[in-house]
Structures are given as structure tokens and as C-alpha cells.
């Protein structure tokens, strides 16, 4: 029999109950998990790693000294969610998304949210992230994020909590299907003692979603990578193939008459949808970053005359921007007339006076971010961070108040994992991926991530975090 390090006492565990009690949903694992010896679980551990390797699932840290090129680890006890649990998580999200893909629509064209002043017009127009560009633009089915990544966490009261939403160019889904494939290589036994979801189709669903995502008939997709120095250029290729669709560099395209062309040794083919994995301001250099090698000159206007559909949109990023996030309750009131069905963190607005001075006076005890920060980076751990940091932060917030935001220190919800002193519990979160066209389709579970040092609350992989299988047992 395994010991598992118990959970701290104040913090919800995904597989242990306050009293220790193993929750009905992981009790059949956990007999399984006793029946194995440790010397069977670390030579499992060791082949996935290996196997990882010459799969080559790897991603860069840019500004890493070494220059090289990570494996993300993973650990092979899965986060487990019950049928009832999922469905509840499954109809937040889809709401969500819903709300958000209106709001999109709304602020490039009537601006009806900004009318009634629920929220402030100069946070949205003056947006970093907000294109002008994409003013008046129709888009098929209304739809400005066709791939969402949505971050969940579960509190230490026992309710989710939307940490972010990931609209722009949302990466990790690679991740959650090749997790998948090395726990079913290694445990196949596990899988016939649980009924788990299947994650395994998703490429075919983003591929429906993306054919769909235009009038166009017997459409031809492509995905559009910066190249193979990106840090998730193997999530970019792994798709490509696994929809069989072509992987293009902004060199193998070019417009004529307002068309995407892609080269190819057959000559030049027309391309009807893109999904870029390249930000927006490196897409055109005819219309935004002139310097830019990354982007195919004259997409823009492609795009604007209908010709190509881009997945995700551009200026999706100001839906996604930590300055809008607390406003998505009211989008869902707004558009849908609905109350939300996940819950927002409580989140103070360094830009308004008040918040600010809160924040100041609280930086010990709070977590603050930069509004277009990701990956873990520009951001205060309050109680995690040494006396210096905060004097540094204190002095950055006051020199750009608009540029962060701050929220409480949520306890993360912990799983056990399997670490260098055996199963201890480390904190966890949830990135569901949402498929929208005319449909809705998301696929049970996501990429679940691990923060792997004890105590940590930071789970990007970026910032040394690790991955899970996460699985949905069916009804």
C-alpha cells in the first residue's frame, strides 16, 4: 500500500476528503494503485519520459540561457472528474463562450454594451488588443473564437472558479491528447476497470469547426505557424497532421485580388481558413507590424473582403484581457439574460482609484498581474514573495496603476502526484478547450497542469509546472 502525503487541512484535494475519506470517483484508482508496486510505477514513469522524448514533445522558454529545448513533465496519477460534476462545468463553459463570442461582435460593430455603460467604452476602444481594423467586419455564424482554452481552478470551498479565458491563440490541447496516449500505453488495465471519456477525437471536431467556419464549399484549411523556433511549434504540427491539413509559414502563402493563395509543387492552391498560431500584430506588415517575416502581406484585406476566415479572429485578444475579465459575468446577464454559471475570482481594478489603493495596502496578501500578461510571467505572488519583490512591484504598480490587476490568493485545489518524496499533494488547474461554430463541442476534460514544487500555486509549464491526464467518467 502507497502513502500518499495527506492533504493540508485547509485545502480542497481532488482525491481526499477533509477526513481523509477517498471520494467515491477515485476509489476504484486507488485500489488499483495499491496493487502496483513502487518499482512497477517508477519504471512506467521513466518510459513515458523516454517515450516523451522521441515523440519529441518538448517546448522552448524564451529567454531560457541554455536555449533548449524542455520536456514538460508528466505525472501519471490522473485528475478525475464524476459525469455530474462534468456536465455542470461543460454548460458554464459553453455559456461562457456564448457570452463572450456576442461580446466580440457587439464592441466591432453597434457597441450596445458599451451604450449602457456596464462597461467603460475607453477600457475597450483604447485597448491594447482592441483592432480598429476589425470595425464593421461580418464574420460567418458571429463567431470570433472558434478554439477557446478556458482556466479552471476549484477553491478550498469546493466551487470552480474561472481563473482566465484564453481567446487569442490558446496552446496546451497537443498536451491533453499525448497524455492520453502514453497513460493508455502504459496502464491499459486502467481503462477497462473505469469508463473514461474520450478525448481522442478532438482533432476531428477542430477540423469540423474550422470547415465550418466558412461559406465556402469543400473549404481548404491550413494552420499557420511562426516556425519551428516557437515555443508550441510541435502543438502547431501535431494538429496540422492530425487533421491532415497542410502546416504553412507565412512564406508559403501570398494574395492575389484579394485571395490567400498557398503554394504548393501543383502549382498555387486558394486557402478558405487559417488557423494562425501567430499573434495578431505579425499576421499583415502591410497592416500592422511593417517588420513583421511572420505574416502574409495583404491578409487583411482578404480577410475584410471575406475571402479568408482567420481562427481566432483578430482583436479576439481584448476579450481575454485581464482588465475585461471582470466584466464576463455582466456580458452573460447582458447577451444571454442568464445568470452565470461559473463564478468570476474577485478581481480589483488597479486603474480605479479605490481598487488601487486596496491593493497597495494589501500587496502581502494578494496576487497582481499585468493585463496582458501570460505564462506566469509580470505577476506577484504577495504571500509567496520576499520583501524586495513587493517594494519592486509596489513601485511598477504606481507607475502604470492601469496595467494590472490584483485578486486574492485562491487555494488551488491539490491532486495527489507523484514527486522525488513519493505521492504528495500538489496544486492543480483545468484548461477545457471549447470548439464553437454552429455548433458548440467540447471535448470531456482539457489539459490538466501541475505545479510540481510544494506549495506553489503557478502551474505554467513555462515556470516549471507539469501535466496530467485529466479524465471524465461517463454516467
Not at 61 to 89: C, H, K, M, S
Not at 137 to 150: E, F, K, M, Q, R
Not at 262 to 285: C, E, S, W
Not at 318 to 324: F, L, N, R
Request: glycine share 6%.
Amino acid at each position: 500500500m502507497h502513502r500518499i502525503e495527506p492533504p493540508a487541512a485547509s485545502i480542497y484535494d481532488e482525491m481526499l476528503a477533509s477526513d481523509l475519506a477517498v471520494r467515491p470517483h477515485y476509489d476504484e484508482f486507488l485500489r488499483w494503485l495499491n496493487q502496483q508496486s513502487a518499482e512497477t510505477l517508477s519504471q512506467r514513469r521513466q518510459e513515458a519520459e523516454l517515450l516523451f522524448h522521441r515523440v519529441g514533445i518538448t517546448f522552448a522558454v524564451y529567454g531560457d540561457d541554455n536555449d533548449a529545448e524542455r520536456l514538460i513533465p508528466f505525472d501519471t496519477i490522473p485528475r478525475i472528474l464524476p459525469a455530474d460534476e462534468w456536465q455542470r462545468l461543460e454548460a458554464g463553459l459553453r455559456q461562457r463562450v456564448a457570452a463572450l463570442n456576442a461580446f466580440l461582435h457587439d464592441i466591432y460593430h453597434d457597441g450596445h454594451i458599451l451604450k449602457a455603460g456596464l462597461i467603460p467604452a475607453e477600457q475597450v476602444l483604447a485597448n491594447a488588443q482592441y483592432q480598429t481594423a476589425m470595425r464593421g467586419v461580418n464574420l460567418p455564424h458571429g463567431i470570433y473564437s472558434h478554439i477557446s482554452g478556458v482556466d479552471v481552478i476549484r477553491h478550498n470551498d469546493g466551487d470552480c472558479y474561472v481563473l482566465e479565458d484564453n481567446l487569442r491563440v490558446p496552446s496546451g490541447v497537443s498536451y491533453m491528447l499525448e497524455n492520453r496516449k502514453m497513460m493508455m500505453r502504459l496502464f491499459p488495465e486502467l481503462f477497462a476497470r473505469h469508463a473514461v471519456a474520450p478525448v481522442e477525437h478532438y482533432p476531428s471536431l477542430l477540423l469540423d469547426t474550422l470547415r465550418h467556419a466558412t461559406f465556402a464549399d469543400n473549404p481548404t484549411v491550413v494552420v499557420l505557424t511562426p516556425g519551428h523556433y516557437n515555443s508550441a511549434y510541435f502543438e502547431h504540427a501535431f494538429l496540422a497532421q492530425q487533421m491532415g491539413v497542410e502546416l504553412v509559414e507565412g512564406r508559403d502563402l501570398f494574395v492575389r485580388n484579394d485571395r490567400v493563395f498557398m503554394r504548393t509543387t501543383a502549382g498555387h492552391k486558394q486557402v478558405d481558413v487559417i488557423y494562425r498560431r501567430v499573434d495578431d500584430n505579425f499576421l499583415d506588415p502591410l497592416a500592422f507590424r511593417s517588420d513583421s517575416s511572420l505574416g502574409v502581406p495583404g491578409l487583411l484585406a482578404a480577410y475584410r473582403a471575406g475571402n479568408v476566415i482567420l481562427a481566432n479572429a483578430i482583436g479576439t485578444g481584448v476579450a481575454d484581457d485581464k482588465s475585461i475579465y471582470p466584466y464576463v459575468p455582466d456580458m452573460v446577464r447582458f447577451y444571454l439574460d442568464e445568470e452565470p454559471l461559473l463564478k468570476n475570482v474577485p478581481t480589483w481594478q488597479c486603474r480605479k482609484p479605490a481598487d488601487l489603493s486596496h491593493v497597495l495596502a494589501n500587496l502581502d496578501d494578494l496576487v497582481v498581474k499585468e493585463v496582458h500578461g501570460a505564462g506566469g510571467y509580470g505577476m506577484l505572488i504577495g504571500p509567496k514573495a520576499s520583501r524586495a519583490e513587493i517594494a519592486e512591484f509596489r513601485c511598477r504598480i504606481i507607475a502604470d496603476p492601469a496595467n494590472y490587476i490584483a485578486q486574492p490568493t485562491l487555494a488551488l485545489s491539490t491532486c495527489p502526484t507523484f514527486v522525488e518524496e513519493g505521492i504528495a499533494p500538489r496544486h492543480i488547474d483545468l484548461r477545457p478547450f471549447v470548439l464553437a461554430g454552429k455548433e458548440v463541442k467540447i471535448v470531456p476534460g482539457g489539459l490538466a497542469r501541475v505545479a510540481l514544487q510544494r506549495g506553489s500555486l503557478v502551474v505554467n509549464s513555462s515556470q516549471g509546472g507539469g501535466t496530467k491526464d485529466a479524465w471524465v467518467l461517463e454516467a
